[in-house]
């Protein structure tokens, strides 16, 4: 390492392009979470992202769609980070950097995309990310004991100096998300369509939908946000529709101008009401704890059919089938739960189609229809004939780091390690992978609530790691165990004692056995219908976690050594300590309405004293 500071604490400069102590793939919310300086984390065993070189890469990018409801972070190519508004924007913000000036309940891509680049900014991140970059694989190096990152340069004026290079580091974050790969549906004759072909993750937002005949495939949480923001616009609409889900209420409205300077004055206030809707939103978490008895259930399922027979209230052969084709068949959970206002609306609209019979293959000008099934009462002439096909199918969700090619310790693929499907311990370190973490890894995606609650007790875990192994890599060698008396020749009283921490078999299986029989008995496992929280190979609910946020953010709360190869060289470095106490954050009311109205009113005066004080009146004009 370049510089003169000791070992890590170095800035990472132009001569330390190759090294740095952590480094972070992703920059989208997980990356900053994982990126910003632990003056948040004071009461973590960690080090000082001020201090240790750190390097972001990865670059951010946007993936915007027409309903303006998905966002990343902009520039570069590969990070495509997926935040669907589906929560409320107070909540869907870090708990450390609320946001006092949404102008929306669900805010839209830009107003996203502004307060993530404000908190990027305020914390000075920019200057740890390289943009235009990709990661192509990550090994680990048994003799060196760090990661070595190969990565190419994407950027056009980037390449000239250099379009490849490797990258050494002593812990590495994998930041890359579950929903950032595009699935694509396996339809024969899908390139063959002559017409323009976009998928959702990939937002063409120069291209005019006005007067166009468009088809969607698929019927899912994107597609019900896209069609309301697009019927208006096309010409027709088709949409061809396999399972319908659970749609409730959004309640979308304007925050007014009052409202938001309150929060700006008294951010108390605003934490209180955050506060307020993560604790309903942990009270949702019934619906999958106990769902037969859970009284949210029925208020979704009831929300749901009185909003379908609102837009399809007779009883006519068009609506009677309508309101049939629309009407889940699982329980409520077992798919992701929808919100929407103008869904249903917008399908009650004359020049659109619902086409729920199976696409037998795609030709130049449409989806060729199965017309052996059930006849279809809502179909019009030609509206198989598309200038634009949407493809609204998702992500590949089962497959957790990709593309990046991993290999850990002893040479082991990952897709070795992960042969029977994606498990970790607490959904951050993986087996085999030494001196690592994910974020928003196996088992630790929601139903009910925001992932950012998630992914902020992730990153305090990581930090956890990572503080071990720098700490320990400043420990002489002596002092180590389990380590090579000496390093190309050099004095093992003054080398450092390498530590590398990995979980233990016994540790995964534990965590993943409870896993799967608490998931087991969740809606999720409801054989009635099949969800991206599901490996269709075996049934095996890979992407959720089975508790509510709390649960999550105690037990990640802190990190036991003993469940770690190399824990116990932690210990012993650390006199006996058996964890790392990382702390968990608490979204929780703590404040009662009185105190919080004390508050507000003592407030008030400081402000108003304030105001004359500034204005040169002093007491006296105050007291009149």
Known sequence: ???????????VGNEDQTSA?????????????SELPNEQYQDIDSADSNEADLVDIQGWTTNTLAAAVMVCVPAGRKCTLTLISIVWSTLYSYSFEQNPSWTREYPGQEEMLDYLISVAQKWNLYKYVRFNTEVKSATWNDTTQQWNLDVSVVGGKAMEYGDKYTISSDFLTCAIGQLNRPSYPKIDGLDSFEGKMMHSARWDWTYDLRDKRVGIIGAGATSIQIIPEIV?????LTI???????????????????R????????YIQSRIRAGMHDLREGYHEVWRDNENSDYAEEFTQDCLTKMQK?????????????????????VGCKRICVSDDYYPALAKPHVTLEPRPIKSISPTGPVIDTSSKPNPTAVPDSDNLDVLVLATGFQTMSFLAPIDFTGRNGRKLGDIWANGPHSLNGVTVQDLPNFGMMYGPNTNLGHSSIGLMLEAQSRYIAGLAGAVLDGRKEPRNRGAGTKPKAMGKDPATEPAMLTLYPKPEAISRYNTEMQARLAQTPFADPNCSSWYKDPATGKITNNWPGDCREFGTRLSKV???DYEGGDQVKRMRKGQKQADVGRVKEDIVVSDGM???????????????????KGRGFGGLLG
Not at 1 to 11: D, S
Not at 249 to 254: A, E, G, I, K, V
């Open 260 to 267: 938001r300077n309150l929060f700006y004055y008294f951010p």
């Open 21 to 33: 102590a952590v480094v972070i793939i992703g920059a989208g919310m997980g990356g900053a979470y």
């Open 240 to 258: 061809y529709h396999r399972s319908p889900h659970w749609v409730t209420t959004r309640n979308d409205q304007n925050v007014p101008k009052w």
């Open 596 to 614: 919080l109205m004390l508050m507000g009113a003592v407030s008030a005066v400081a402000g108003v004293a304030g105001w004359y004080l500034r």
């Open 560 to 562: 036991e050594w003993d």
């Open 311 to 331: 837009s399809f209230p007779s009883d006519s052969e068009h609506d009677v089938w309508m309101r049939e084709q629309l009407t889940p068949r699982y329980q």
């Open 1 to 11: 390492m370049g510089g003169t500071k000791p070992w890590p604490e170095v800035p």
């Open 232 to 236: 208006d616009r096309v010409k027709h």
